[in-house]
């Protein structure tokens, strides 16, 4: 079945840039989601790509998508204490996403002073 | 504008009993999603309803069934609890299976 991979943790410093890294196996996905995770809270989604484009900037965030890969990635600018969460990968199949979103196991984003 | 709202937030059921679990999606959405995420896991898709309809189930038992009524709201019902039906259910809406906007969750412990 389909599978979505993310490293479990990634630690950076306050002001540095973060980048959170995924890998997925369904070669239809047509839309790929980042969704962020605050202790106790549901999902916020942050940002999405469509399959048919290499890249997305919204303000702090950058989205690289190489498709031949399979590799999905997203960089926080100028990371700050409030980015500490878990980062969750998604993908939807070209099925309209009536498979549901398949999600990866998530990483945790860790700030450091 | 309110978003998904989901009740109750938190809720403690003993192994053998049954569960219901309310949602109403974001002004607009017609399709309703629910998953289950197990502590440290990712959410894991249960499945959609659209039109009142289930659209697609994911690799979830009988026990787990589902409702849409015709104002888009939704329920999920889980039979027969078991120690591992522990969870956060969360419900997702979206404009038929598009820009998903999820809840806060339902935490569930069976005890």
């Known amino acids: 079945g389909e599978d979505v991979e993310q490293s479990l943790f990634l630690s950076v410093r306050e002001g540095d840039s973060s980048v959170i890294n995924c890998t997925y196996t369904?070669?239809?996905?047509?839309?790929l989601y980042w969704y962020k995770q605050e202790p106790g809270a549901g999902l916020q989604l942050l940002t999405y790509?469509?399959?048919?484009?290499d890249m997305k900037q919204d303000q702090r965030l950058t989205v690289l998508l190489n498709k031949k890969d399979k590799h999905l990635s997203l960089r926080i600018a100028d990371t700050q204490t409030g980015d500490s969460a878990i980062y969750f990968c998604a993908d939807e199949n070209s099925g309209g996403g009536a498979d549901g979103l398949t999600f990866g196991k998530g990483t945790h984003l860790i700030i450091q002073p | 504008d309110a978003g998904v709202t989901q009740s109750p937030t938190h809720l403690i059921k003993t192994r053998g009993q049954q569960v219901t679990l309310r949602c109403s999606p974001k002004?607009?959405?017609?399709?309703v999603s629910w998953y289950q995420q197990a502590l440290g896991q990712g959410p894991q898709f249960i499945f959609q309803y659209y039109e009142e309809e289930e659209r697609q189930r994911g690799n979830f038992p009988d026990r787990f069934s589902g409702h849409q009524f015709p104002n888009y709201s939704s329920e999920l019902n889980v039979n027969a609890l078991l120690l591992g039906d522990s969870a956060l259910y969360l419900c997702?809406?979206?404009?038929?299976?598009?820009?998903?906007?999820f809840g806060s969750g339902t935490r569930l412990t069976v005890v």
């Open positions: 790509i469509f399959s048919n484009m």
């Open positions: 369904d070669s239809s996905s047509t839309y």
């Open positions: 997702a809406s979206s404009m038929d299976s598009y820009g998903y906007t």
């Open positions: 002004s607009g959405h017609d399709t």
